[in-house]
């Protein structure tokens, strides 16, 4: 063997121990072997929920941040990703940012002719209070999937909580990581048997049958409530019919020649609105939001990049906190305050594709805006929900030991049978399926060797779809809250009662009215000061009591 081939088998020799052996994360803190760390920890649990505020003034403000595809073990997943990368250590015992708001509940996701929904359907649900069918956007149970005809009867049309944000006079935008013509955001402002007829390319295909119907693209420009909304931003120029690149891939080409940026600008300069339309990260931090009435930011042809490809570069896409902090900074100038719709879509897209890398990459970053959301606005003023829209078939298995990395393999465990190493996560069905049979067994690959925590590693899946389809999850999704009426999120709920606690916490839409309702109080005191109420001394009497009670337990253990 030559010096050059002893070198390179070392090289892989080497390689293969390095990635054999799991890495493993060190706890924080050695005092989780003492029953009084649990017992202090607990204790300090029950002081915040006796001390826990219900805040009843009406919501000036209301943010809505969505992570597509962020069901429960992404959410627990992230959570120990986020321990790993950031602080080194095992992950299990830390929180993401939303796991410290006060109020949680439980969502059903199910559709009305399917048990695990998709983005649109729930997005009507979620913005519109209203459950639909699969593949549907901002219609009722009525209209079918590709019923051009029954999306047009106005009494099968939904109205969005961003609408009734505009009807209550205030400023209104949406965020999103896909286009902006996709399906979660399409909720908001469309109406369609069909969330691909994004442009009128898609329409064409069937005929006559969806002639009468206006594409998704040109409701956003076109129709109320869209041609109002104060900032879009996200991907989407190609639907829009203004790219930048030409060998982008055929998405959504438009076919009537329609420039549809073009048109939104003609649109703002008749009625002599001042606006910027930006596509670079540096565009966007030259806008200047105090004024600019309306923003329009489409950063990509299609979806925007992952994070862990994004270009980070001026020239490039600008990360979802910079997009959330001019937003911000542009609809918080209305004195009747405004709706902001955040969606980290992108979560999804990288779940379709089973890359957990990607995934989690992305919940990291939105987890990002959400911290810088939640310094610029007053929370006793400002309802804050963290919530998604559907889950994944992606699982945490096996019996992984403490800390071990979560991307990372697990060598050693008496309860797989082959004996070969696992990855921690792996998907329900996907791409990733890869299993063959020897004449006496099936046999699933050895990954002695695989850096599974590459960001194109794709974990081994149970079922085979086609390539990046890996499908939906149909549990339940979480909703956390904070803020005013923020206690109304308490059980497990419809994925409808999402939108009517916005409304009713803002007054607007369905509970318009309701400033004047005797049934629903509104206490000047609790809105300057949410501990001096009634209910609150006597939560932090009870909780005085509880502690020095538990602290005598402490001292004489």
Same mark, same amino acid.
């Given at each position: 063997?030559?010096?050059?081939?002893?070198?390179?088998?070392?090289?892989?020799?080497?390689?293969?121990?390095?990635?054999?052996?799991?890495?493993?994360?060190?706890?924080?803190?050695?005092?989780?072997?003492?029953?009084?760390?649990?017992?202090?920890?607990?204790?300090?649990?029950?002081?915040?929920?006796?001390?826990?505020?219900?805040?009843?003034?009406?919501?000036?403000?209301?943010?809505?941040?969505?992570?597509?595809?962020?069901?429960?073990?992404?959410?627990?997943?992230?959570?120990?990703?986020?321990?790993?990368?950031?602080?080194?250590?095992?992950?299990?015992?830390?929180?993401?940012?939303?796991?410290?708001?006060?109020?949680?509940?439980?969502?059903?996701?199910?559709?009305?002719?399917?048990?695990?929904?998709?983005?649109?359907?729930?997005?009507?649900?979620?913005?519109?209070?209203?459950?639909?069918?699969?593949?549907?956007?901002?219609?009722?149970?009525?209209?079918?999937?590709?019923?051009?005809?029954?999306?047009?009867?106005?009494?099968?049309?939904?109205?969005?909580?961003?609408?009734?944000?505009?009807?209550?006079?205030?400023?209104?935008?949406?965020?999103?990581?896909?286009?902006?013509?996709?399906?979660?955001?399409?909720?908001?402002?469309?109406?369609?048997?069909?969330?691909?007829?994004?442009?009128?390319?898609?329409?064409?295909?069937?005929?006559?049958?969806?002639?009468?119907?206006?594409?998704?693209?040109?409701?956003?420009?076109?129709?109320?409530?869209?041609?109002?909304?104060?900032?879009?931003?996200?991907?989407?120029?190609?639907?829009?019919?203004?790219?930048?690149?030409?060998?982008?891939?055929?998405?959504?080409?438009?076919?009537?020649?329609?420039?549809?940026?073009?048109?939104?600008?003609?649109?703002?300069?008749?009625?002599?609105?001042?606006?910027?339309?930006?596509?670079?990260?540096?565009?966007?931090?030259?806008?200047?939001?105090?004024?600019?009435?309306?923003?329009?930011?489409?950063?990509?042809?299609?979806?925007?990049?992952?994070?862990?490809?994004?270009?980070?570069?001026?020239?490039?896409?600008?990360?979802?906190?910079?997009?959330?902090?001019?937003?911000?900074?542009?609809?918080?100038?209305?004195?009747?305050?405004?709706?902001?719709?955040?969606?980290?879509?992108?979560?999804?897209?990288?779940?379709?594709?089973?890359?957990?890398?990607?995934?989690?990459?992305?919940?990291?970053?939105?987890? =990002?805006? !959400?911290?810088?959301? *939640? %310094?610029? $606005?007053? /929370?006793?003023?400002?309802?804050?929900?963290?919530? @998604?829209?559907?889950?994944?078939?992606?699982?945490?298995?096996?019996?992984?030991?403490?800390?071990?990395?979560?991307?990372?393999?697990?060598?050693?465990?008496?309860?797989?049978?082959?004996?070969?190493?696992?990855?921690?996560?792996?998907?329900?069905?996907?791409?990733?399926?890869?299993?063959?049979?020897?004449?006496? =067994?099936? !046999?699933?690959?050895? *990954? %002695?060797? $695989?850096? /599974?925590?590459?960001?194109?590693?794709?974990?081994? @899946?149970?079922?085979?779809?086609?390539?990046?389809?890996?499908?939906?999850?149909?549990?339940?999704?979480?909703?956390?809250?904070?803020?005013?009426?923020?206690?109304?999120?308490?059980?497990?709920?419809?994925?409808?009662?999402?939108?009517?606690?916005?409304?009713?916490?803002?007054?607007?839409?369905?509970?318009?009215?309701?400033?004047?309702?005797?049934?629903?109080?509104?206490?000047?005191?609790?809105?300057?000061?949410?501990?001096?109420?009634?209910?609150?001394?006597?939560?932090?009497?009870?909780?005085?009591?509880?502690?020095?009670?538990?602290?005598?337990?402490?001292?004489?253990?």
């Amino acid at each position: 063997m030559t010096s050059l081939g002893m070198m390179i088998t070392l090289v892989v020799l080497v390689a293969a121990i390095v990635y054999s052996k799991a890495t493993v994360f060190p706890r924080p803190s050695a005092d989780e072997n003492n029953s009084n760390y649990w017992l202090k920890m607990g204790t300090e649990e029950i002081e915040a929920a006796l001390l826990k505020p219900k805040l009843t003034n009406t919501a000036k403000n209301v943010i809505l941040f969505m992570g597509d595809g962020m069901g429960i073990t992404v959410n627990t997943v992230s959570r120990i990703y986020k321990g790993q990368k950031k602080n080194g250590y095992s992950g299990e015992e830390g929180h993401l940012v939303w796991e410290k708001f006060p109020n949680i509940a439980l969502l059903k996701t199910y559709d009305l002719d399917m048990q695990v929904s998709d983005s649109a359907s729930a997005g009507a649900a979620y913005l519109c209070g209203v459950k639909a069918n699969y593949y549907t956007v901002g219609v009722n149970g009525h209209v079918k999937f590709n019923d051009c005809e029954a999306s047009l009867i106005e009494e099968n049309r939904l109205t969005s909580i961003l609408q009734w944000a505009q009807e209550a006079k205030k400023d209104t935008g949406f965020i999103t990581t896909t286009q902006v013509t996709h399906a979660s955001v399409a909720a908001a402002y469309a109406k369609s048997a069909n969330r691909k007829w994004q442009c009128d390319k898609k329409m064409k295909k069937f005929g006559q049958g969806a002639a009468a119907c206006k594409d998704i693209a040109r409701q956003l420009v076109e129709d109320v409530p869209g041609k109002h909304i104060k900032v879009v931003m996200g991907g989407g120029r190609q639907e829009m019919g203004s790219p930048k690149r030409d060998e982008i891939e055929d998405n959504c080409k438009r076919t009537d020649g329609r420039n549809l940026v073009r048109d939104w600008i003609s649109q703002k300069e008749e009625n002599g609105k001042s606006y910027a339309y930006v596509t670079t990260t540096r565009e966007l931090h030259s806008v200047d939001t105090n004024n600019t009435e309306y923003i329009l930011g489409l950063f990509d042809e299609i979806h925007l990049p992952y994070e862990t490809d994004r270009d980070t570069s001026l020239d490039g896409c600008p990360h979802i906190k910079e997009m959330v902090e001019v937003a911000i900074n542009r609809l918080k100038r209305s004195d009747n305050g405004f709706f902001l719709f955040v969606e980290g879509g992108m979560i999804d897209n990288a779940l379709h594709i089973t890359s957990p890398k990607r995934a989690l990459e992305e919940v990291l970053a939105f987890e =990002e805006a !959400v911290e810088l959301a *939640l %310094t610029m $606005v007053n /929370t006793e003023e400002t309802l804050v929900i963290v919530t @998604a829209d559907h889950s994944h078939v992606m699982t945490m298995n096996g019996y992984p030991p403490r800390g071990n990395d979560i991307l990372g393999i697990v060598t050693e465990s008496e309860d797989i049978s082959d004996g070969l190493p696992f990855t921690t996560l792996t998907f329900a069905n996907g791409h990733g399926f890869n299993y063959s049979f020897n004449g006496k =067994e099936v !046999v699933r690959p050895n *990954l %002695t060797g $695989v850096d /599974t925590t590459d960001k194109d590693y794709v974990p081994l @899946a149970g079922m085979p779809t086609h390539y990046d389809y890996e499908t939906h999850g149909g549990e339940d999704v979480a909703a956390f809250a904070v803020g005013p009426w923020a206690h109304l999120f308490h059980r497990v709920h419809e994925q409808t009662h999402v939108a009517y606690v916005m409304a009713y916490a803002s007054c607007t839409g369905p509970y318009k009215d309701c400033h004047h309702h005797a049934e629903r109080p509104f206490n000047e005191q609790v809105k300057k000061n949410p501990k001096s109420d009634s209910s609150s001394a006597t939560g932090l009497f009870s909780g005085i009591i509880f502690i020095f009670i538990v602290a005598v337990q402490i001292l004489f253990v």
